[in-house]
Structure formats: structure tokens, C-alpha cells
């Protein structure tokens, strides 16, 4: 069923008319060439698709296109303000935790997830709040350090994690 569809993606207002039960990933991707929220397991269970709706994590291979109506969408391709990194992608690469990079976009947008909830996790929450996000390089104790690094180093009265 075709829909009319509103809402915002990366700070822009976006309508159009698509199918109402695509799923949100085919959507980014296809339509928009937003390829750096990755299809992976297709079954909600990896992370990889991990995009903010409203601000909360939501995996966009279970979302379907018209759950966005009306809602703010920000993927990867949105966080930076095109000249610098955001503080949890330069702690990325600072901290060496983008191994083969296919994770890490999903990985950066639940770790922004995680700190709105949690702005001071300790190692465990990191670990725990992350758990939903699946590295098969097996590179955990790097990305738990570049959150730690977040945490630890914001600029002096700036918030650690800034989003739009």
C-alpha cells in the first residue's frame, strides 16, 4: 500500500510516496544511498542497521517505512557537521576501534543511544549497553576504551554527546 510520507532525516524535511511496509534500511539505503546503515543479519539480532529515531536506537531492518511518519530519523551520514568528526567517531578512531568499519556505524549510533541514557557508564554498562551490537572482529575491548574516552574527556562544559 502506498503511503504519503513526512519526516526528517539528518535535520532535512523528507516526503514522499513509497510502500508503507518496506523496511526502513531498504529505504536509507536505496533511496537515499545512505549505505552506511548495513543489512547483516536481516533479523534484528546484529545492530548493523542501528539508526536514532527521536533520538533512540531502533534497528531499521525491523522498522517499517511507515513507523517514520511525523519522526526525526539520524544515520550515520548525519552525525558529523561535515568538518569534524563527533566526539564518539573521533573516540573511534582514536582509540583504533573501527577494525573492518562494517559495525561501526551501528556501534557509534547505540554508544550515542547508550549515553543520552547513561552519560557516565562504567566499563560493565558500556559492555552491557553495547551487547545489542555485534563486532565478528572481535574488536570489543577497543570500542568499550573509545566510549570510556568519551566519558572521561569532554570538553570542559560541553556535553560529552551531542546529537543534531
Same mark, same amino acid.
Given at each position: 500500500? %502506498?503511503?504519503?510520507l513526512? *519526516? ?11 510502500? $508503507? /511496509?518496506?523496511?526502513?534500511?531498504? #529505504? #536509507? ?9 548495513k543489512?547483516? @543479519? ?6 548493523? @542497521?542501528?539508526?536514532? +529515531? /527521536?533520538?533512540?536506537?531502533? &534497528? ?7 513507523? &517514520? ?7 550515520? /551520514?548525519? &552525525?558529523?557537521?561535515? %568538518?569534524?568528526?563527533h ?9 583504533? $576501534?573501527?577494525? @573492518?568499519? *562494517?559495525?561501526?556505524?551501528? #556501534?557509534? #549510533? ?12 562504567? =566499563? /560493565? ?10 563486532? =565478528? @572482529?572481535?574488536?570489543?575491548? %577497543?570500542? +568499550?576504551?573509545? +566510549?570510556? %574516552? ?15
Amino acid at each position: 500500500m %502506498k503511503i504519503r510520507l513526512s *519526516f526528517r532525516l539528518n535535520g532535512n524535511p523528507i516526503e514522499l510516496e513509497t510502500d $508503507a /511496509e518496506r523496511r526502513v534500511v531498504d #529505504l #536509507l539505503r536505496e533511496d537515499f544511498g545512505f549505505t552506511g546503515t548495513k543489512e547483516a @543479519c536481516g533479523s534484528g539480532e546484529c545492530g548493523a @542497521c542501528t539508526i536514532l +529515531v /527521536e533520538g533512540e536506537s531502533r &534497528l531499521a531492518c525491523l522498522m517499517r517505512v511507515g513507523q &517514520l511518519e511525523g519522526r526525526s530519523v539520524l544515520t550515520i /551520514e548525519g &552525525l558529523s557537521d561535515g %568538518k569534524h568528526l563527533h566526539p564518539v567517531q573521533q573516540a573511534f578512531v582514536e582509540a583504533g $576501534a573501527v577494525q @573492518c568499519g *562494517f559495525c561501526t556505524p551501528g #556501534l557509534i #549510533l547505540g554508544t550515542i543511544d547508550l549515553l543520552r541514557r547513561n552519560p557516565r557508564p562504567d =566499563r /560493565e554498562e558500556i559492555r552491557e549497553g553495547l551487547s545489542g551490537n555485534l563486532c =565478528r @572482529c572481535t574488536g570489543f575491548q %577497543k570500542i +568499550v576504551d573509545a +566510549v570510556e %574516552k568519551v566519558v572521561s574527556s569532554p570538553a570542559e562544559g560541553s556535553d560529552p554527546c551531542p546529537v543534531g
